[in-house]
């Protein structure tokens, strides 16, 4: 073995070592409520959400995720979810990036999980079963196996979501001239999807910006 092999194993082991014996971590419950109402999760968030956890800070989450680190069994599986996960997206099983702050669909992410046989926390099943305990489907234009499907639409309609009924953004930008939404759905769809070319994305940002007009007034 190289010396340079002997001491990264050597450093595996004490960080393991350390996290077993100095790290105690304490998990707490989702607030159901709030993330029932979310329009969208981070990949790195809807990995805790669907272990009935509520996510950490996500440079917390990247140590979770990450083969350096062993935290305790929890932190195993939630490891092991993340894996199956991104797995998933780079087959085109489930709609998403490989990354942490990728956004996903939740009523998507919930039924991925079902389809994993995953256990979901009971709270989260009303996003997928309706009142009268029939299977939800996404609507025509969020169905990939819809015929007419449109994915630039989709992305469009998602970036639309995550940003004009999100109250701590529409507060951010109130009064602010168009080249504040324009820039802030550019940033996001780019961040979003990283495989689209520039075009693509401009295509996007007019269809989801509301102000076309340069200089007009942001409104509530």
């Known amino acids: 073995m190289s010396k340079q092999s002997t001491e990264k194993s050597s450093l595996l082991g004490r960080l393991e070592k350390f996290s077993r014996e100095n ?4 998990y707490e ?3 159901y409520e709030f993330w029932i109402k979310s ?3 981070k990949l790195g968030e809807a990995v805790f959400l669907i272990s009935g956890i509520e996510p950490v800070h996500p440079d917390i989450q990247s140590k979770h995720f990450n083969d350096y680190y062993y935290w305790d069994e929890t932190s195993n599986k939630l490891k092991r979810i993340y894996d199956l996960a991104i797995r998933s997206i780079a087959s ?8 942490l702050d990728s956004a996903m669909d939740p009523v998507q992410f919930v039924k991925w999980s ?3 046989e995953l256990p979901i926390p009971n709270e989260f099943k009303c996003l997928i079963v309706d009142k009268k305990g029939s299977t939800q489907e996404p609507p025509p234009y969020l ?5 007419y499907y449109s994915e630039e639409l989709a992305i469009a309609v998602k ?6 009924v999100d ?6 930008i109130s009064g602010k001239r168009n080249k504040q939404f324009k820039s802030d759905i550019e940033k996001w769809l780019t961040e979003q999807n990283r495989n689209r070319s520039g075009r693509a994305i401009e295509r996007i940002v007019t269809v989801v910006n509301p102000k076309k007009s340069g200089g007009s007034q942001a409104t509530e």
């Open 167 to 172: 109250d701590e953004y529409l507060k951010k």
């Open 114 to 116: 079902e389809r994993k």
């Open 23 to 26: 790290t105690k971590l304490k």
């Open 29 to 31: 419950k989702p607030d």
């Open 92 to 99: 085109k099983k489930l709609e998403g990036r490989p990354a």
């Open 39 to 41: 329009d969208y999760w």
């Open 159 to 164: 970036a639309w979501l995550a940003h004009f």
């Open 143 to 147: 169905n990939p196996n819809n015929k």
